[in-house]
């Protein structure tokens, strides 16, 4: 059954957009009781970042420590499997102290197997959330104020059809709420609700073609001359270790159309693949292109560190990343990556390229213990000048369980 509730989780994770992240290590649960499993995790990370702000000019550098701990309550059962999940992550900027500050994570997944031809996975989550990009607000004393919001979700996936059938469909939906805490950013505050279908045709055991439709309506709180339908169709093919691979890729088109205002249309495309040529080294390739929305929660991007900088119109991205972990003993491993990130704001003329590399060694102490170091440099090349910027972050990580 702990393989079915992986299974649950990655397809909740996919219906709601998000990427999932796990420990390398191996946690060792606590039986509470019949089916009732409880996890506990704890990451460490202490580091340098030469540029907090992610500004030009007036850059501050600090050392930081981030301590995550997250606990997960696991329950199988026959025809089911859910799970409660709660992860604190806490910032502490030495140098920056009135930039420190703590996200919560609340999650809750559950899904049932109702008979062979129809199963159900549902989500929801709550999450508090601080940015210390460069947009923020400077208070009286010079200082940058971090900006704070709040997220909540509650989505679905329901699919007809039997694993090894030839066709399935999956029904998908989701309903989210962003709010900002300063009076500036209130016309960000928005609803969101979100459906799609997809259709899938196997063309072989582990192939299958796919068809899928998506709508998302945006209902702005303070804004109504934000709130706009976005509208997409795509269709790819989706493939489970096949030979070396697996992944998945769509291709199709994205329109937006504001409730006031002119409609908009762009190429859309979404890739994911995995390419092992041996056991012990992967490489991955991931790539979309769409319309992301100004000050939105799905846009901020804890990896880099930023939000959409406070833009109140949509935004036309391309995001693409290569990875390569590679074991080069039993017990360590590298993880290097690339990735580009092309902004277009649609209501200005500004445009944005960031780049950002990664190197990263893991060594696996234990089944409960990894210890890594790791590099990231991130650069932006904007036609506004004062959006330029580059950063380092250097940092040592440990990764903890029972």
């Given at each position: 059954?702990?393989?079915?509730?992986?299974?649950?989780?990655?397809?909740v994770?996919?219906?709601?957009g998000?990427?999932t992240?796990a420990f390398?290590?191996d946690p060792?649960s606590?039986?509470?009781s019949?089916?009732?499993?409880?996890t506990?995790?704890?990451?460490?990370e202490?580091?340098?970042?030469?540029n907090?702000?992610a500004t030009d000019?007036?850059r501050?550098?600090?050392?930081y420590?981030i301590i995550?701990p997250s606990f997960?309550?696991?329950?199988d059962?026959?025809k089911?499997?859910?799970?409660?999940?709660y992860?604190?992550?806490s910032?502490?900027?030495?140098s920056a102290?009135?930039?420190?500050?703590i996200d919560h994570?609340f999650?809750?997944k559950t899904?049932y197997?109702f008979n062979?031809?129809?199963r159900?996975?549902?989500?929801?989550?709550?999450?508090t959330?601080?940015s210390t990009s460069?947009?923020?607000?400077i208070?009286?004393?010079?200082k940058?104020?971090?900006?704070k919001w709040d997220?909540?979700?509650?989505?679905?996936?329901?699919t007809f059809?039997?694993?090894?059938?030839?066709?399935?469909?999956?029904l998908?939906?989701?309903?989210?709420?962003?709010?900002?805490?300063?009076?500036?950013?209130?016309?960000?505050?928005?609803?969101?609700?979100a459906?799609?279908?997809t259709?899938?045709y196997?063309i072989a055991p582990?192939t299958?073609l796919l068809?899928e439709g998506?709508?998302t309506?945006?209902?702005?709180?303070?804004?109504s001359?934000?709130d706009s339908?976005?509208?997409?169709?795509?269709?790819?093919v989706t493939?489970?270790?096949?030979?070396?691979?697996?992944?998945?890729?769509k291709?199709?088109?994205?329109?937006k159309d504001?409730?006031r205002?002119?409609?908009?249309s762009?190429?859309?495309?979404?890739?994911?693949v995995?390419?092992?040529?041996?056991t012990?080294s992967?490489f991955?390739l991931?790539t979309?292109?769409g319309y992301d929305?100004g000050n939105?929660?799905s846009?901020?991007?804890?990896?880099?560190?930023?939000?959409t900088?406070h833009?109140?119109?949509?935004?036309?991205?391309?995001?693409?990343s290569?990875g390569?972990?590679?074991?080069w003993?039993?017990?360590?491993?590298?993880?290097?990556?690339?990735?580009?990130?092309?902004?277009?704001y649609?209501s200005t003329?500004r445009?944005?390229e960031i780049?950002?590399?990664?190197?990263?060694?893991t060594?696996?102490?234990?089944?409960w213990l990894d210890v890594g170091?790791?590099?990231?440099?991130r650069e932006n090349?904007?036609?506004?000048?004062?959006?330029?910027?580059?950063?380092?972050v250097?940092g040592l990580?440990?990764s903890?369980?029972?």
């Open positions: 059954m702990r393989m079915k509730l992986t299974q649950l989780a990655v397809v994770a996919a219906a709601a998000v990427s992240s390398a290590i060792q606590i039986r509470v019949d089916g009732l499993m409880f506990p995790t704890l990451g460490f202490h580091g340098h970042d030469d907090l702000h000019k007036k501050k550098s600090t050392d420590t995550e997960a309550l696991n329950l059962r026959a089911s499997a859910h799970e409660l999940k992860r604190l992550k910032y502490n900027f030495h102290k009135d930039n420190s500050y994570h999650t809750g899904g197997e062979s031809r129809n159900l996975v549902l989500n929801a989550g709550y999450h959330l601080e460069s947009d923020n607000i208070n009286a004393s010079g940058y104020k971090n900006d997220t909540k979700n509650i989505g679905g996936v329901y059809g039997a694993r090894t059938a030839r066709t399935q469909v999956e998908g939906a989701d309903y989210s709420e962003l709010r900002y805490d300063d009076k500036r950013n209130k016309g960000s505050d928005r609803d969101a609700t459906g799609r279908i259709g899938y196997a582990k299958k068809l998506r709508y309506d945006y209902d702005y709180k303070k804004d001359n934000r339908k976005n509208k997409a169709l795509l269709a790819g493939w489970e270790a096949t030979a070396k691979t697996t992944g998945s890729v291709i199709g088109r994205e329109k504001p409730d205002g002119s409609s908009s762009t190429s859309m495309w979404e890739a994911g995995d390419w092992s040529p041996r012990y992967t991955s991931k979309r292109r929305e939105t929660y846009a901020f991007d804890p990896d880099l560190g930023l939000d900088d833009v109140t119109s949509s935004i036309k991205t391309v995001d693409t290569l390569w972990k590679h074991y003993t039993d017990r360590l491993y590298s993880n290097a990556s690339y990735r580009r990130i092309d902004r277009d649609q003329k445009e944005d780049d950002q590399y990664g190197l990263a060694l060594y696996e102490l234990r089944r170091v790791g590099y990231t440099r090349d904007s036609n506004v000048a004062s959006r330029d910027y580059k950063r380092n250097y990580t440990i903890a369980s029972l």
